[in-house]
């Protein structure tokens, strides 16, 4: 598990790269006057790398979630929202909010669109903005697709086999490791309520971090809320509480139980296909009682 999540990281960050140089120079191209924006350069693409691998940490986790599981026969269309706050020693605020839609098939195959917040000199347009995200958990295929750019590239996961997975379980297992608590910190329950027309029950995960593990003369308190459905087999809510990076939220709305359009889960043909390479994972070890 440990392993799949910090592949994920790796990825994102590799492909947030990738995206910088890609897309500018899409840019520089379909823009050919004067005024035309150069490509990123490394610095700035680098920086860029940063924050997106901090916006979609919660977006990653839903994604482990989900590409976790074989989970056929529960469709579904939604919208998801991702906004970051942090507040800086000088009293400074950050605001960031990207978003997006979410979908899954009755094949249990994933798609997810973002429209991604870019670095300057990078325009916020949709065109230039916009990734999609395509994966089929029984296979493990893994594309992103650059519509601006016109190119798909392909990673391939470790598969996960239905029926040998308990997708509230493994969702659990995700939860931990990102938050970063491991088997330590305490659980709260918090009930069940209805949310965007599922059922959604909630825990509240907190974890201390001791003063002077990390050079902090105080201790840290970090909390992770969580509101599960197991209707959809999807979290619908994620809010992340942490000194040191901020407060990052997560929200699924407007769920629509229905089938989305197959084509929407297809490459397109006159995509160039790039692959990442992504190591082997070792075989997971097994529990201790």
Not at 66 to 85: C, N, R, Y
Not at 163 to 175: E, H, L, M, R
């Amino acid at each position: 598990m440990r392993k799949r999540v910090a592949l994920f990281k790796v990825s994102v960050m590799a492909l947030s790269l990738v995206i910088c140089t890609t897309l500018g120079g899409a840019q520089s191209q379909s823009t050919p006057s004067p005024q035309a924006l150069a490509p990123v350069n490394a610095g700035e693409g680098m920086a860029f790398a940063k924050t997106m691998q901090s916006d979609m940490e919660l977006l990653m986790e839903l994604e482990m979630e989900l590409s976790g599981s074989v989970v056929k026969d529960v469709p579904f269309s939604a919208q998801v929202s991702i906004e970051t706050e942090q507040v800086l020693a000088d009293g400074t605020h950050i605001r960031r909010k990207t978003g997006g839609s979410l979908y899954r098939d009755s094949l249990g195959r994933l798609r997810e669109q973002l429209a991604l917040p870019l670095p300057p000199p990078m325009p916020a347009s949709a065109e230039i903005g916009s990734i999609v995200i395509l994966s089929d958990p029984s296979t493990g295929a893994h594309w992103t697709l650059m519509p601006a750019a016109k190119t798909a590239m392909k990673m391939t996961m470790p598969t996960v086999s239905r029926g040998k997975t308990n997708v509230d379980s493994n969702a659990q297992k995700n939860f931990r490791v990102f938050g970063g608590f491991g088997d330590d910190g305490s659980a709260e329950k918090l009930g069940s309520q209805n949310m965007e027309g599922v059922t959604a029950t909630g825990t509240r995960f907190t974890h201390s971090i001791p003063a002077g593990q990390l050079g902090n003369d105080q201790a840290l308190q970090l909390a992770t809320e969580r509101w599960y459905s197991s209707e959809v087999h999807l979290t619908v809510f994620l809010k992340r509480s942490d000194p040191m990076t901020g407060t990052k939220t997560l929200k699924v709305t407007e769920i629509r139980r229905e089938e989305p359009d197959a084509a929407m889960f297809n490459i397109p043909a006159d995509y160039a296909v790039q692959e990442m390479f992504v190591p082997a994972a070792p075989p997971e070890k097994p529990s201790q009682p």
